[in-house]
């Protein structure tokens, strides 16, 4: 990924267009298939360009948060390598962010609606699909805090200011 997204002096609607437009040029290389920038945003951020229609839909993910035993194994988190029993656990879920546009603008305006006074959480790149939340974690990390809130990449400007 290039320097110029996390250049604080270029405004980050300007910033987000850049990604945009970048995603989108290395989407159409590799029709109907999610494209990201890095592997550390393809948590947050991906595109897929939709050979059929001839346009391109942008994906981000969102927290879900499984509270119960059954939840968990819904999710399909209940069997892991590690020996404990997963009784909740926090996962992300890929939802299409976009109506399927031409151009890289029309993905911008539809994503900014989206995301529009929406709850995030940045996260830096190494991280799984999912972590457990049993006794593991700090009693200041509610797992339910997370539920439904927008899952941001450091350093990609596509959520506001703070997360560049």
């Known amino acids: 990924m290039r320097l110029i997204y996390e250049e ?3 405004p980050v609607q300007i910033r987000r267009l ?17 494209v990201h920038l890095s592997p550390y945003t393809q948590l947050a951020f991906g595109v897929i360009y939709l050979k059929d229609l001839k ?17 968990v194994i819904e999710q399909g988190l ?11 656990a926090i996962t992300t879920e890929r939802q299409a962010f976009t109506k399927a546009s031409r151009t890289p603008l029309g993905l911008l305006m539809s994503w900014n609606k989206q995301v529009k006074n929406r709850a995030y959480t940045c996260l830096d790149g190494n991280v799984k699909h999912f972590f457990k939340v049993n006794d593991e974690l700090e009693l200041d ?13 450091k350093g990609l400007p596509l959520w506001d200011d703070k997360c560049s």
């Open 8 to 10: 604080v002096r270029v």
């Open 18 to 34: 850049m990604v945009f437009d970048e995603i989108c040029r290395l989407a159409k290389v590799k029709p109907n298939e999610i």
């Open 55 to 71: 346009r391109c839909v942008a994906f981000g993910s969102v927290f879900k948060y499984a509270h119960t035993r059954q939840e």
């Open 78 to 88: 209940d069997k892991q390598f590690h020996e404990d029993t997963v009784m909740c």
């Open 141 to 153: 990390y509610p797992p339910h805090k997370f539920y439904g809130r927008l899952v941001a990449a």
